[in-house]
């Protein structure tokens, strides 16, 4: 399973941005597909995450200004990030949860990962 992730770049405070995921390869389905935040210095975190029925998980730091979205046909997952704030700054990684056929177990794939920068 490869992660193909776009839409990082640079902001001012205040503005928005939208990144975008796409899963492409050999898989059978993918339950869980997110996105997840490294700022310098800190420890990965989960910013956000949807099951293929639609249940969204977010971080309490993004709560009512982050909006995650999938599209299953085309098993892809968007972030779209408003009100952004310095501390948003850091290297978004797509992740999703993926299994190649229905009798294997279920595993972490991880995509490339794109810089948000916020400048405030």
């Known amino acids: 399973v490869q992660l193909q992730a776009s839409g990082g770049g640079l902001v001012q405070a205040g503005g928005s941005l939208r990144l975008s995921c796409a899963a492409s390869?050999?898989?059978?389905?993918?339950?869980?597909m997110g996105w997840y935040r490294q700022a310098p210095g800190k420890q990965r975190e989960l910013v956000a995450a949807?099951?293929?029925?639609?249940?969204?998980n977010y971080a309490d730091s993004v709560k009512g200004r982050f909006t995650v979205s999938r599209d299953n046909a085309r098993n892809t997952v968007s972030l779209q990030m408003n009100s952004l704030k310095a501390e948003d700054t850091g290297v978004y990684y797509c992740?999703?949860?993926?299994?190649?056929?229905?009798?294997?177990?279920?595993?972490?794939?991880w995509g490339q990962g794109t810089q948000v920068t916020v400048s405030s």
């Open positions: 992740q999703a949860n993926a299994r190649t056929s229905a009798w294997r177990s279920w595993s972490q794939y």
């Open positions: 390869g050999s898989f059978a389905s993918i339950n869980v």
């Open positions: 949807v099951t293929s029925g639609g249940t969204t």
